[in-house]
């Protein structure tokens, strides 16, 4: 794994951390991949069948409700 | 602040932060140089400081540097209050989080990165969160990994985690680990469910293992990149997790004190025009509101253009008072967490590298309404030494004082004896007149409560 560059940290990263992050980079990298090109097919077969296609908005996780202990209420 | 170098500025070889006759500065080491000229001329620092998120400054030249080496040095917009992350609420705490990944964002995508990810790197500017190291941008190299990983999710998301899921007090670990939650503890003190959401499972509890896995090997590193997308990748699940962690400001002591209104209307409306009156009177810039609960009466100075801190020991209390100035877009108010009764104290190396609260004073104004019986009579505290622990906090009081016929108080002694045989008006105001002159007093009416406005007497 590389390891950044040492002329400017000084916070040590640590070892554990950077190996999960390689982990992680590469399986989110691969979904956010998988993700993209979903949405581009799925885009080139809309515009298959109708003239209008609706672009999905921006690749940002949606809020998941049921992920949400309960839902943020503000009482005054 | 102390002249000189600032106590807690001296692990970053790329510069330091240094007050000269009251003013400021950040000396920008030669290092360093290539970082600062990229932010600069990457367009990156306009882009922050246009939205709002990083905090604008002056070059003012490297002949006002203060040791050798200097590139140069520059005068950032100073912060009107600086508050720690142990003094924030959770939504506070998530906010702060939330801007640093914006940052991380905005950086990688003019080529630059942050190199470190501590919560001390913000605070709160005219309500907005504000990042404040400018010597945090380092140039992106394509491929490398993003070093604050880790400490993003010690500062940020074990506290906020352990806030959501298993108990908001857990917030205050953070005063006790400065470099932020370590993740061990916080994959320990989770509940076992906090496993099935992914995000947290991959970057609480699997990178402890990680971490403890490597504790004692030293791996021989081969070259493999991390490319920027899958970087992009990474802070966006970090936003995730971040976002969708929530805590509902209830359940705690005086989450509800404001429902639970003892105040006839009338009352409430008498005090509050009396402590508006009194706050006219003090012309008072600084204000700071003591066991303010959700700011109600803060607001009362927040309003009159005074920059307010509002500071009270119920995270419930905060939290609501916070969203309240979130959702107003209040620029002159400031919720914070404080237990009058143990203060932040001075943290990190020597004592000096958090200041301590009374450090950060002292206020032109203070306000202790509804308050001197927790501290009295809940907390045992005599009435000479409340009166002089406010003489240091500022030049005008206004306090409320509570007789023991009140209710509150009659509810404080009832399930203890009353050794308080001194806690009435007359000895409160030979208490407080000791260090202060009284220049007004008015009873509140439909209460047995008064309202004192105080002036410092000038020290002997």
Redesign the interface.
Known sequence: ?????A????????????????L???V??A???LKSYWRKLRGWLMRGRQAAATEDPA???P??PS????P????? | MIEGIAPGSFRDPSGFVFQRDGTLYRQINVGAHDAYDSLMSSGLYDELVGAGLLVPHVEVGAAEAYAASAYQVIRPEPIRFISYPYEWCFSQLQDAALATLDIVRRALRRGMILKDASAYNLQWQGGRVVFIDTLSFAPYREGEPWAAYRQFCQHFLAPLALGGYTDIRLAQLLRVHLDGVPLDLASRLLPWHSRLRFSLLAHIHLHARSQRYFADRTVAPTPRPIGRQALLALIDSLESAVRRLSWRPQGTVWAEYEKETHYSERARDAKADLVGAMLERTRAERVWDLGANTGVFSRLASRRGALTVAFDADPAAVERNYRRCRDERDTHLMPLLLDLTNPSPGLGWAHAERAAWLDRGPAQTVMALALIHHLAIANNVPLATLAAFFRRLCTHLIIEFVPKEDEKVQQLLASREDIFPDYHADAFEDAFQRCFIIEEKAPIPETQRSLYLLRAREPA
């Open positions: 794994m590389t390891l950044p560059s002329a400017y940290a000084y916070v040590d990263p640590g070892t554990g951390s950077m190996f999960l992050q390689f992680l980079a590469t989110l990298g979904l956010y991949l690749p940002r996780e809020r998941a992920d949400n202990p309960a943020t209420e503000w009482h005054d």
